[in-house]
């Protein structure tokens, strides 16, 4: 029997996932209107700014009992003294858990459970985060170069972005002295 390719990738340095069913989003200041405290800094701000980008390999979307594997890209960057974040998000189907793992780069994994109480990792290189289900999840940048953070969750999931949209986290992670500080 002839061993067959996959026809996808992954660089485990770089995150880089490449091949087949491989699709990548982008989203800019202009997708993160209400998101960040300094409103007044926000609208400073170049709307096209990259604040994140999600390299995803999906082999079956939707499926019950299917994965979706994927790498955040996250830019460097501060709005006000609030450092650059992803959306954040409940999963649609709110018990499906996750995994996060830390590629490159310093940052935070801001965890929220129904009730608005939140807890905070620090994600560096080689850190692995379990992502119990009901539980919103946010990565946030805190250095000044790329944070690039791996994933794998279920197809099912769904990304429910409207609880965090309308309520927020119940804490924000901004710079104090030159430091990270969990407000
Ligand atoms: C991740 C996130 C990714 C982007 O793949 O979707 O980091 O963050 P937002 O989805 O909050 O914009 C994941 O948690 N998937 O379930
Ligand atoms: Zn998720």
């Known amino acids: 029997m002839k061993l067959m390719e996959t026809g996808v990738l992954y660089n485990p340095q770089s995150g880089k996932v490449s091949g087949k069913n491989v699709s990548k989003s982008s989203r800019q200041l202009k997708h993160m209107e209400g998101y960040y405290e300094d409103t007044e800094a926000f609208r400073s701000m170049d709307p096209e700014t990259p604040v994140y980008e999600v390299l995803m ?10 994965l979706l594997f994927g790498t955040s890209y996250l830019f460097p960057g501060k709005v006000g003294n609030e450092y650059f974040m992803t959306k954040g998000h409940f999963h649609e189907i709110k018990n499906r858990a996750e995994y996060y793992w830390g590629i490159q780069g310093e940052g935070a994994l801001v965890l929220m459970d129904e009730k608005g109480e939140a807890k905070v990792e620090k994600v560096t290189q080689g850190s692995l985060h379990y992502i119990p289900g009901h539980i919103a999840h946010r990565l946030v940048n805190t250095s000044d170069s790329m944070l690039v953070v791996g994933a794998c969750w279920p197809s099912d999931a769904g990304h429910d972005y409207g609880t965090i949209e309308e309520n927020g986290f119940s804490v924000r992670v901004k710079e104090e002295d030159g430091k990270p500080v969990v407000k």
């Open 57 to 66: 390999h999906a082999q079956e979307e939707g499926n019950e009992g299917g």
